[in-house]
């Protein structure tokens, strides 16, 4: 559908995705700029190097869509909140699993904005974004598993032949016979686990070097609370004698110096935080025994708490930026 004269003001759709993709990318510029100052691998360098100009070609087309819709630009983060020359904080082999963490976060976001776009030209920057990550996150993959990175998904037996579902006891997960995890079940302990474990790492790393007390004592318990997470989560495939990913808590420098402001650690793992909402989410909807949709109510809890304590963080320190909002029409019949 091409643009036409009624569609040229932005609607509310393209605002909260265009809003949302600037702040995390212009984040994300200032994070692997300081990742590349500090990497060796010329192979991790190299895809450092292709998240980065992605990153910034995000960024400028935003802008321009700002600029060509007289919209205020994000102030965003700049080079005020990175230290270039600040000591290693993690070893190369995170970068890797960072850029997919990321990645998975980017791909959801681009993913669920491209049906709700009216005009052409931002549906076709989201479809060009999204084609971008799928490249990048498949490259990535490939170093993790040339490298011996990349800890393989749980193997389940093939079915010998096709059946159907034989009583209610399939749901069951509390009380009488409990069968084994579907691989539906099995696929989303995965990866949740697989994001904590590297949402870990980062906690345990912006927790050593952040400066300010409130901000500290908030990323060492989204520290705990990870690894309360991937705990509970592995525990469900190691009944059934299924591996879970490992811990990447030595991928951590021992340094207390600060590469990052305190307002980009915190908002950083605010988003992320939001991320895990959507895949706990998102996994609990593919979920078919009552005792794991237990679990992920109960994690989904812990998360909306944590996020909510985070923004009143941001907001009392003035750090929090104001994503654009409705009319107050009820405010306004007042005046």
């Given amino acids: 559908m091409n643009d036409s004269p009624s569609h040229n003001q932005m609607p509310s759709t393209e605002m909260g995705k265009l809003w949302a993709t600037y702040m995390g990318n212009s984040m994300a510029i200032q994070v692997l700029n300081y ?25 400028e087309s935003i ?13 965003g983060f700049n080079e005020k909140d990175v230290n270039l020359t600040a000591p290693r904080l993690f070893s190369d082999e995170f970068y890797l699993h960072y850029l997919k963490y990321t990645s998975k976060a980017g791909m959801n976001l681009y993913s669920i ?4 776009m009216v005009r052409e030209h931002i549906r076709e920057f989201f479809i060009k974004v999204l084609a971008d990550t799928v490249k990048l996150v498949t490259k990535v993959n490939e170093l993790l ?20 579902v034989e009583g209610q006891s399939f749901l069951n997960g509390f009380f009488g016979k409990v069968r084994t ?5 099995v696929t989303h302990l995965y990866d949740n686990i697989e994001n904590n474990v590297t949402s870990k790492a980062l906690l345990l790393g912006f927790s050593q070097v952040a400066k300010n007390d409130k901000v500290k004592k908030f990323l060492i318990r ?5 690894t309360k997470h991937i705990e509970l989560c592995s525990g469900q495939l190691h009944k059934d004698d299924l591996l879970a990913p490992s811990f990447l ?19 950083h793992k605010i988003d992320m935080f939001t991320m895990k909402i959507r895949s706990y989410a998102n996994a609990l909807s593919l979920n078919g025994r009552r005792d794991i949709s237990a679990l992920y109510l109960r994690l989904l809890k812990d998360i909306g708490l944590y996020v909510e304590d985070g923004a ?3 907001i009392g320190q003035g750090w929090m930026e104001q994503i654009p909002l409705a009319i107050d029409r009820t405010n306004l019949h007042k005046n």
Wanted: glycine share 2%.
């Fill in 222 to 226: 989204g520290k705990e609370l990870t």
């Fill in 181 to 185: 995890l579907h691989a539906l079940e």
């Fill in 249 to 267: 808590d030595e991928l951590v420098h021992i340094t207390t110096v600060a590469p990052f402001s305190d307002k980009l650690m915190l908002w």
């Fill in 63 to 75: 802008t321009d869509f700002y600029q060509q819709d007289h919209f205020p630009i994000p102030f």
């Fill in 113 to 116: 904005a491209i049906p709700l």
């Fill in 312 to 314: 009143n963080i941001m």
């Fill in 145 to 164: 598993h040339s490298k011996g990175y990349l800890f393989l998904p749980p193997s389940l037996p093939v079915p010998d032949k096709r059946k159907n």
């Fill in 35 to 59: 990742y590349q100052n500090h990497c060796e691998d010329p192979e991790i360098k190299n895809v450092l190097a292709d998240a980065l100009k992605l990153c910034h070609f995000i960024i």
